[in-house]
């Protein structure tokens, strides 16, 4: 069974982002620093695929991560080629697999400004068959190297390149993943845990306290802060998990909201930008000022109705990618071919523990391969960024 608590975290996390990004509260990366715990989830799941496939577990991970990235490239990379703008050379190759961030326009640096993740994302797959190899060897010493070397590029080589630096700042979550998936983080005694989180989110807080950057006290704009701010929550997130979390599947709306969330973060993640960007403008021209919170919840609703539209059109490629059969709407019960659920038969909420098997699968409900790890982690991959873009020219160092 899908360990629910963490299809939970995620989903909380791409509520967190959208809303974050029409409303600019930096509050909201204090209270819920979403993109660490984005990674920290997808360490976790990459942990538990190489376990299972080995090195061939790089090759399935992309394989999920890029066909919905194509998708956006076949829209936006010929509207922006005829907007104007946009050089066609050999660098447009780069939404084919984006090592480096990929070519863009005025308009679709900040529309498109979310790649970054992608980038990021694909990086620590290519680099986890190692990472998880030195992390079961040394797991304190390679936990640490990644904050090491975010100090040291930050105090010591602030121009380095950009995709070194969110080495440092995020990869470190995605090794405490690794510590999630081997079940580390449960065997440390409680108090231990707390103590070491208290520890790091007093240093964090402290940083962002006295380095507050051009947002304020926006944890996008203060590296080593976020990261330290960052490593405490998903301490205290994946340390505490609970098993399972049956009690999200208790209302069956809100457990298919879950579900529908998870099964299409990445097609959320990749739309909802450029709907922010566009709206701006509009709402504006009517009135709905965004220094108001009516204001505000207008536009946070009229983004995530927009999304579900485009979810509706193209996120089933995130079926095809995960060799799912596709849905227009995630999560509803099935049944086997040619078969009637039986008259008596209990209820069970969408896509929750107890419901029915999926394409492939034997009859009777049982984990699928990935489902659950040796320490409970959930399979299926899940990105949920925590990307902010408030101007073109911030748009190259959003998060």
Do not use: C, K
């Amino acid at each position: 069974m899908r360990n629910r608590y963490l299809d939970l975290l995620r989903f909380l996390a791409i509520i967190r982002v959208v809303v974050y990004h029409v409303t600019g509260w930096a509050t909201l990366t204090l209270v819920f620093p979403a993109m660490s715990v984005m990674f920290a989830l997808a360490g976790s799941l990459m942990a538990a695929s190489l376990d299972r496939s080995g090195p061939a577990a790089v090759g399935r991970r992309l394989r999920r991560l890029l066909p919905s990235l194509w998708v956006v490239a076949a829209i936006f990379v010929p509207a922006m080629a005829i907007s104007g703008g946009l050089s066609v050379n050999w660098r447009l190759l780069l939404w084919l697999f984006p090592i480096t961030d990929p070519p863009v326009n005025g308009w679709g640096a900040l529309a498109l400004s979310v790649i970054w993740y992608l980038r990021d994302y694909l990086w620590f797959v290519l680099v986890s068959p190692a990472a998880l190899w030195l992390f079961r060897r040394a797991p304190l010493p390679t936990l640490l190297a990644p904050y090491v070397l975010l100090v040291v590029v930050e105090l010591g080589f602030p121009g380095a390149p950009v995709v070194l630096r969110d080495f440092g700042l995020y990869f470190g979550a995605w090794l405490l993943g690794f510590a999630h998936h081997d079940g580390m983080l449960r065997r440390l005694s409680r108090r231990l845990l707390v103590a070491v989180a208290a520890l790091l989110a007093t240093a964090g807080g402290a940083w962002v306290l006295t380095h507050p950057g051009a947002r304020g006290y926006d944890l996008n704009d203060i590296r080593i802060g976020n990261a330290l701010w960052a490593a405490a929550f998903v301490l205290i997130a994946l340390g505490f998990a609970p098993s399972a979390a049956a009690w999200v599947d208790r209302n069956a709306l809100f457990g298919r909201a879950v579900t529908v969330f998870n099964r299409r973060a990445l097609t959320v993640y990749l739309w909802h930008m450029p709907f922010v960007v566009a709206l701006t403008p509009l709402v504006d021209v009517v009135g709905w000022s965004h220094q108001d919170l009516l204001g505000l919840a207008i536009r946070v609703v009229l983004v995530f109705l927009l999304v579900g539209v485009v979810t509706a059109l193209v996120g089933w490629v995130e079926d095809v990618a995960a060799r799912r059969r596709p849905e227009l709407l995630p999560g509803g019960r099935r049944t086997r071919p040619g078969s009637a659920p039986p008259a008596d038969a209990a209820p069970t909420a969408a896509g929750g523990p107890g419901a029915g098997p999926g394409p492939g699968a034997v009859p009777r409900p049982r984990p699928t391969a990935g489902a659950v790890t040796r320490s409970g982690s959930a399979g299926g991959m899940r990105v949920g960024p925590d990307a902010e873009a408030v101007s073109p020219a911030e748009a190259a160092s959003v998060r």
